[in-house]
Nanobody
Framework: QVQLVESGGGLVQAGGSLRLSCAAS????????MGWFRQAPGKERAFVAA?????????YYADSVKGRFTISRDNAKNTVYLQMNSLKPEDTAVYYC?????????????????WGQGTQVTVSS
């Protein structure tokens, strides 16, 4: 069982940056694939970025965030990060991190076994 707690959300102006963190409980964090998803009001949950269990092995990014967002993980700290630069108003959403028992970096929400409660990111124009 893994518990995930996101932090780092907030209000930022367009063009600004935020770094989200997701702290995980459990001793097997390094074996999980980790993903970030977001959900804007009235929209479905959407994939943002994912990283496999083996650091540097596999990354995926949504086309809408490529070149602006970077996912990383620190297995010693049981934490995954999402560095968000050049933020746009359309990035406004609740951001969720998720963990996948299989260890892969999947863009599909159904592949993830554990979810955090989310952190709000609001980008003003």
């Amino acid at each position: 069982q893994v518990q995930l707690v996101e932090s780092g959300g907030g209000l930022v102006q367009a063009g600004g940056s935020l770094r989200l963190s997701c702290a995980a409980s459990g001793r097997t964090f390094s074996s999980y694939g980790m993903g970030w998803f977001r959900q804007a009001p009235g929209k479905e949950r959407a994939f943002v970025a994912a990283i496999s269990w083996n650091i540097g092995s596999r990354y995926y990014y949504a086309d809408s965030v490529k070149g602006r967002f970077t996912i990383s993980r620190d297995n010693a700290k049981n934490t995954v990060y999402l560095q968000m630069n050049s933020l746009k108003p359309e990035d406004t959403a609740v951001y969720y991190c998720a963990a996948d028992d299989y260890g892969s970096a999947s863009p599909l929400p159904r592949e993830y076994d554990y979810w955090g409660q989310g952190t709000q990111v609001t980008v003003s124009s």
